[in-house]
């Protein structure tokens, strides 16, 4: 007699889940399909370098508000802020989002999404020192964007930028203030950033070049050559 005929329960099949849980998730495909660059151990080290470097630069935290470019931004906003805190005797450091997808000078060319929150502190960012944090730095348009939409909020002192990779590129002429890590790509490469926060686990990936799409055919089995695509 087996053990669900004697009325024994069969024992749950072990979580999959992110770390913490019994057993670590699966890695994602596209992350095994990719080099990884940084993981948890190594997002965790560059956060607290460059929390030591903005606390340098800044003689402390009492002017600094902290504010992620939604959305990786801002997880990794919430935890530098954290960092600071700590490293800076304790007292809590401001911390918001920003959204700037109405504020992208492609706008108009991109598909309609629905707007994500900008929260700024109750103190505001009048002469404060605004530390922007994105993931990537790439172009430099979103940085661009995010500039553009502190005009609304109000009228920093000084604005720094924090990124946790720059990968190079750039069409405008914007740096970063602090950089978690300087990563040489080539255009047609994609680099990925998972955070704890929204995937479960931390990482950045370089990923190769999207495969081509493959080009439709028609019903005759030949190649259509208005299906390329734009």
């Known amino acids: ?20 849980s019994q057993r670590p998730a699966e890695l994602p495909v596209e992350r095994r399909a990719g080099r990884t660059v940084l993981d948890a151990s190594d997002i965790a080290r560059v956060l607290t370098r460059v929390a030591h ?8 935290t009492d002017e600094v508000v902290v504010l992620g470019i939604q959305t990786r931004g801002v997880h990794l906003a919430r935890r530098l802020a954290g960092l600071l805190a700590s490293l800076g005797g304790g007292t809590a450091v401001p911390v918001g989002a ?5 504020y992208r000078d492609d706008v108009r060319l991109r598909p309609a999404r629905a707007l994500s929150e900008t929260s700024v502190p ?3 960012v009048d002469g404060k020192v605004v530390v922007l944090v994105d ?4 172009s430099g348009r979103t940085a661009r964007a995010a500039l ?7 009228r920093p002192r000084a604005v720094q930028l924090a990124v946790l990779v720059d990968r190079g590129h750039r069409e405008l002429p914007i740096r970063a203030d602090y950089v978690g890590r300087n990563l040489p790509t080539a255009r047609e490469e994609r680099v990925r ?8 686990q931390d990482a950045v990936v370089l990923l190769p070049a999207a495969p081509a799409a493959a080009a439709p055919t028609g019903p005759t089995g030949s190649t259509d050559p208005t299906g390329a695509a734009s």
């Open 1 to 20: 007699m087996n053990s669900r005929s004697a009325g024994v329960p069969t024992p749950p099949a072990a979580p999959v889940g992110p770390p913490g």
């Open 53 to 60: 470097e903005v606390i340098e630069r800044n003689r402390g």
């Open 98 to 102: 920003l959204d700037i997808s109405l």
């Open 122 to 124: 109750a103190g505001g």
């Open 135 to 138: 993931d990537v730095l790439y």
């Open 148 to 154: 553009t939409a502190l005009d609304d909020i109000g």
């Open 193 to 200: 950033v998972w955070s704890a926060e929204a995937d479960g």
